[in-house]
């Protein structure tokens, strides 16, 4: 395991947001209301679809936004009206923002220039950059002579050689195809760890911020969904919007009949429990953990559903079931054919699906907005 | 299709079509006089104005000052003149242009602005100069504005002053619009990239602004020195005889003199200056700006 869960207990608070707000032209509001802090050494994630605001929220904390309330607080000094410049941050921008009339070497050590540091420190500072991203030998190319990953690399050297308190990324890796894209976020992390910078990343693809991030905040217009490890915003996700947002999800409109039984369009289900008896709840479900069975077993929250289409993705085997209360999706891997149990349905075939009730995450959320509930 | 698949006769016939039009135009109206001004230059004025030979560099001899009656450095110190007065033409227009260019490019109603700085094209170039006559003349605007306050009237026309001033009014959308051009595209992420990185108001526009509307300013010094160098009817106008340039020169070897051999001399001095300051422009300007604008 490349880094172990961290939990942020006991940690020094180095990026504070209290209720920070931000309105664009008087009528678009960007920012509504949003709290947080990042601590220190933490790999923090801003997950959202665009528009969502997490693009606004990095701008404030780099200083090139200024909120219309709140408070931004970084390495507790409180940051209204310090300018970019006096900032202990640095950004990696979209689309890199390389200075394209200086060398790769001028542009990472303009920072250190801009600090007026002798020009043997920025020698030597520029170099070790240049190793720490593995640049080596292209000190004296122009931006426009680099490939896409040599410049995202010279951009994270000119930010780092700074070593600011907080590295602020905005989508560093979306300009870049996928197989570059998966070696660069192996290599931030490494530089992460290594460094021991708080990184706050902007991302809208929900893998990327599970694979790279110690802690996720997912954000939906102007404000925060939910905050927390990739696993509890995978696992237990706390609206339909994170359920759907991250990965894929089955979601089910149900109302409690007693504490841990529901009534849904699938028919009655069992669920863990702690249920208000009369009260709305939305169920989800992952595919992966639907189960399907060729004959009834004995085991709790049948659905009686047929293969409607199966999409094969290679390592797995999507099927999308018509059942009693709409569809369901349900993902089983594409296993070992010789392993006792292992089965492929047809098409139009008739399949027991069980959805288990350790599997059904209770949203406290009565409607489900999200296209494609099983509404009661 | 790809381009290789296309026979030779075809391409020969394409290019014909999309360069050949220029390039008679150009062979016909600009290399051929050019090439008859040369031998022009070193011809001989004959009676009424003639050119007859034999073949001579006195031309050239009189121009640097070789003159039959000694040494007489007359047309070089006019040369010299007209450079320094190019030269400050240009960095007053800039100095004007600049800035407007960029409050212009960065305004919400930029092509209400915009049309503000081309709309005189629309009004004959002599007329807008002969109105500057009547701006500053013994009784003109400025005198009676002074006048109006109980000021001492101003020798405003003919002057140096004057023909300063109505050339940078006539050359300033030539730097403003390349200019202008430059700052639309700007990436303002650079600027910010650059704040990000420590630098304040000025630096932030040192490094990461100005170096990005270098090929606008380029286009725009060369657009305004290289016709304020060659300019007679402006000093001729608004210097009333009194102020003469280079242009002027060349202007009345043609005209008045009649001695077109010493003014296709002159011409191509000038010429051979105008190319010189162009290439040692191409040297400090940086070859990127050169590139961008041709």
């Known amino acids: 395991m490349l880094k172990p869960p961290k939990r ?12 920070v707000r931000k309105v664009f032209d008087g009528e678009t509001v960007a920012l509504d209301g949003v709290s947080l802090t990042v601590y220190e050494g933490e790999f923090f994630s801003l997950l959202g679809p665009s528009g969502c605001g997490k693009t606004t929220l990095l701008r ?87 490939s896409g990953g040599q410049k995202q690399r010279v951009a994270l050297a000119r930010a780092l050689v700074n070593e600011p308190k907080v590295l602020l990324l905005d989508e560093p890796l979306g300009a870049l195809d996928l197989k570059l894209r998966k070696q660069l976020q192996i290599e931030l992390m490494r530089l992460q760890m290594e460094l021991k910078i708080t990184f706050v990343y902007v991302t809208h693809d929900q893998e990327e911020a599970l694979v790279m991030s110690d802690r996720i905040a997912v954000m939906r217009s102007g404000r925060l969904e939910q905050v927390g490890l990739p696993e509890e915003l995978y696992e237990r996700p706390k609206t339909a919007f994170v359920a759907r947002f991250l990965g894929r999800s089955n979601l089910i409109e149900a109302r409690a009949t007693a504490p841990d039984r529901v009534e849904t369009p699938h028919g009655p289900l069992r669920v863990r429990g702690g249920l208000v008896p009369g009260r709305r709840y939305l169920l989800s479900i992952r595919p992966e953990k639907v189960r399907l069975a060729r004959t009834p077993w004995n085991r709790p929250n049948a659905v009686i559903a047929r293969v409607h289409d199966i999409v094969y993705t290679g390592a797995e085997n999507q099927y999308i079931l018509e059942a009693p209360g709409g569809e369901l999706v349900a993902y089983t891997l594409n296993a070992d054919i010789s392993e006792p149990g292992y089965e492929e349905y047809d098409y139009g075939e008739k399949v027991y699906v069980y959805l288990p009730p350790e599997n059904l995450v209770v949203i406290d959320e009565p409607i489900g907005n999200e296209p494609g509930t099983a509404t009661l | 299709m790809n381009r290789s698949a296309t026979s030779p006769a075809r391409r020969l016939f394409e290019l014909l079509l999309t360069v050949g039009p220029g390039a008679l135009w150009l062979v016909v109206f600009m290399l051929v006089p050019a090439l008859l001004m040369l031998e022009a230059s070193f011809l001989q004025r004959g009676p009424y104005g003639r050119l007859v030979g034999p073949y001579t560099v006195a031309n050239y001899l009189r121009f640097f000052g070789f003159t039959p009656e000694g040494y007489d450095p007359l047309y070089l110190a006019i040369l010299w003149r007209s450079a320094v007065f190019a030269v400050g033409v240009t960095v007053i227009t800039l100095l004007l242009g600049y800035p407007l260019a960029f409050a212009i490019a960065t305004s ?94 000025i630096r932030g ?12 300013i380029v286009a725009g010094v060369l657009l305004v020195f290289i016709p304020a160098l060659g300019t007679f009817v402006i000093s001729d106008l608004l210097g009333a ?54």
């Open chain 1, 8 to 19: 942020p207990e006991n940690r020094t608070a180095v990026v504070e947001l209290e209720g």
């Open chain 1, 60 to 146: 404030i904390l780099g200083g090139f936004e200024v909120p219309d309330a709140g408070h931004v607080r970084i390495a507790g000094q409180d940051m209204k009206n310090v300018p970019p410049f006096r900032r202990p941050v640095n950004t990696v921008f979209q689309n890199y923002a390389l200075f394209p009339h200086m060398t790769v070497f001028d542009n990472i050590a303009f920072g250190l220039r801009m600090r007026r540091l002798p020009a043997e420190t920025v020698r030597k500072k520029v170099a070790w950059a240049i190793e720490l991203v593995q640049i080596q030998g292209l000190e004296r190319r122009r931006p426009h002579e680099l």
């Open chain 2, 108 to 201: 919400r109603r930029k092509e209400a602005l915009l049309l503000l700085v081309v709309l005189p094209f629309w009004t004959n170039f002599l007329i807008r100069i002969y109105a500057w006559i009547v701006i500053f003349q013994r009784h003109g605007v400025v005198n009676a504005l002074l006048g109006a306050f109980g000021l001492e009237p101003l020798h405003l026309y003919p002057s140096w002053f004057a023909v300063y001033v109505a050339t940078v009014y006539t050359y300033l959308p030539f730097l403003v619009l390349p200019v202008y051009t430059a700052v639309e595209r700007i990436d303002w992420t650079l600027l910010e990239a650059a704040q990000d990185l420590g630098a304040g108001r």
């Open chain 2, 205 to 216: 526009f040192l490094h990461a602004v100005l170096p990005q509307t270098l090929p606008g």
């Open chain 2, 241 to 294: 005889g009194r102020v003469v340039l280079i242009g002027n020169v060349i202007q009345q070897q043609f005209g008045v003199v009649r001695d077109w051999a010493f003014g296709s001399a002159a011409a191509y001095v000038l010429m051979a200056l105008v190319l010189l300051g162009l290439w040692g422009y191409a040297r400090v300007a940086g070859e990127e700006g050169l590139d961008r604008l041709v």
